[in-house]
């Protein structure tokens, strides 16, 4: 099996309210087979609160992300 990799989503208040609960709505209707391969966490804030919503993937963050974005730099990832 392959290693997971770890994707931090940031549900601070300011990330919250730019969308962060859309990013973790998307997270959740994932494929089975793409959920066991991520190691999913919330973080309540990576210190940039102008640029949200922030997420952390394989140690990447980015920032001012769609759902659509983030499922997409999973799937690179995951290659």
Do not use: F, W
Not at 9 to 16: A, E, F, R, W, Y
């Amino acid at each position: 099996m392959s290693e997971k990799i770890s994707v931090e989503v940031c549900v601070g208040t300011s990330c919250h309210l730019m969308g962060s609960n859309l990013i973790m709505e998307c997270l959740d209707r994932l494929a089975d087979n793409i959920k066991e391969r991520i190691d999913l966490r919330y973080v309540q804030c990576m210190d940039r609160c102008g640029k949200g919503p922030n997420v952390r993937i394989a140690g990447v963050l980015l920032d001012k992300v769609t759902p659509e974005t983030v499922v997409e730099e999973i799937k690179k990832s995951l290659i």
